[in-house]
C-alpha cells in the first residue's frame, strides 16, 4: 500500500490484535465528551506518535489555520493541525490503536480508504469510533449510550440504544463502511450530553463512552477521576436547578421521559422546558459567583 498519504514516525510495530479508537474533531462532540475520552484513553495508554497524515492533501489551512507562536515579535514556531495515528497500551497489556486530530477537510473516501488500509496492516480486530450529542436528557441520571454500525450483527449485539434518523455523516460514518469492507468490523459510540450543558465540560459523558469503550473491547482505562468530577457538577447542577421553579420543573420532566424511555408521550420539546442556552447562561453565572 502506497504510503503517500501519510509519514511513518517509525517502522510499523509488533502488536496483538490492537482495538483503534476514532475520535476526530470537527462533527458532533457535545461538551468536548468524546475528544475528552480520546485524550484520557492516549494518556493511560502512554500512546506515542505512529505516523501523521498529509495536512496539504487532507487539511484546509484557511479553516484550521496553523497557530504561530509569535515571542516579542519573533515568529518562533508554527503548530500545524494534524491528523495522528498513535499506538500504546493499556493497563492489562492490550494493544491500542488511536486516530485523532480535525476530521478531514476534503478527499473523505480517500482518507477513509488510506486509514482502512493502515488497520489491516496494523492487524487490527475492531475499530471503535467516539462521539456525543446534545439530547433533552437530565443531568441527575447516567448518560446513555447510543451506537451505529454498517453491519446489522454487530448492532445487535450491542448493549446500546439504537436510533432510526436520516442525519449529516461524518468522516466516522465514511470509516465504518471502509473499514467493514476491509473485513475490520467497526461501530461507533455516542454518548448523550443533557442540552443545558452541552457547551460545557461534562466528564459524566466522558466516563460513559471509556466505560462503554470497556464494554465492547476491554480496552481498560481509570476513568475514576472523571467520576469524582462528575459528582463535583452534579452537586453544583442540583443547586442552579434548586434555585428556579420552572427549571424544577423541567428537570422532573426530563426525569420522567428518561426513565420511561417515552419522550413523545411527555411532549418534551414544549415552550414550557427552558432552551439549553438560556440553562447554559445561568449555569455560567453560578458558576462565576462561586468563584469557579
Request: proline letters at 6%; a negative charge.
Amino acid at each position: 500500500m502506497s504510503n503517500d498519504d501519510y509519514q511513518l514516525q517509525e517502522p510499523f510495530p509488533e502488536l496483538t490484535a490492537p482495538t483503534m479508537v476514532v475520535m476526530l474533531t470537527g462533527w458532533i462532540d457535545a461538551s468536548g465528551a468524546a475528544a475528552g475520552a480520546l485524550s484520557t484513553l492516549e494518556e493511560a495508554c502512554t500512546s506515542r506518535l505512529l505516523a501523521t497524515f498529509d495536512g496539504d492533501v487532507f487539511i484546509d489551512y484557511r479553516a484550521r489555520r496553523p497557530t504561530m507562536e509569535l515571542r516579542e515579535g519573533v515568529n518562533t514556531h508554527l503548530i500545524w493541525p494534524e491528523i495522528q495515528l498513535k499506538v500504546g497500551r493499556d493497563a492489562d497489556g492490550r494493544d491500542v490503536v488511536t486516530l485523532g486530530g480535525p476530521e478531514p477537510d476534503a478527499q473523505w473516501r480517500r482518507f477513509a480508504e488510506t486509514v482502512a488500509g493502515l488497520a489491516v496492516e496494523l492487524g487490527v480486530s475492531q475499530a471503535v469510533g467516539l462521539g456525543a450529542y446534545p439530547y433533552a436528557t437530565p443531568h441527575t441520571r447516567p448518560p446513555r449510550l447510543s451506537s451505529t454500525s454498517p453491519s446489522a450483527e454487530i448492532a445487535a449485539g450491542l448493549p446500546f440504544l439504537k436510533n432510526s434518523v436520516d442525519v449529516p455523516a461524518g468522516m466516522g460514518a465514511v470509516l465504518e463502511h471502509a473499514m467493514f469492507a476491509k473485513g475490520v468490523p467497526m461501530t461507533t459510540i455516542w454518548a448523550q450530553v443533557p442540552h443545558y450543558v452541552s457547551t460545557m465540560n461534562y466528564p459524566a459523558a466522558t466516563a460513559a463512552l471509556l466505560t462503554g469503550l470497556q464494554d465492547i473491547t476491554q480496552v481498560t482505562v481509570d476513568a475514576d477521576e472523571l467520576r469524582q468530577a462528575a459528582t463535583i457538577q452534579r452537586h453544583r447542577l442540583d443547586q442552579l436547578v434548586a434555585a428556579n421553579e420552572d427549571h424544577v420543573g423541567m428537570l422532573h420532566q426530563l426525569e420522567r421521559a428518561y426513565d420511561t424511555a417515552s419522550e413523545e408521550s411527555l411532549g418534551l420539546g414544549q415552550s414550557s422546558i427552558p432552551s439549553g442556552d438560556e440553562l447554559a447562561a445561568e449555569l455560567e453565572r453560578y458558576l462565576r459567583e462561586q468563584g469557579n
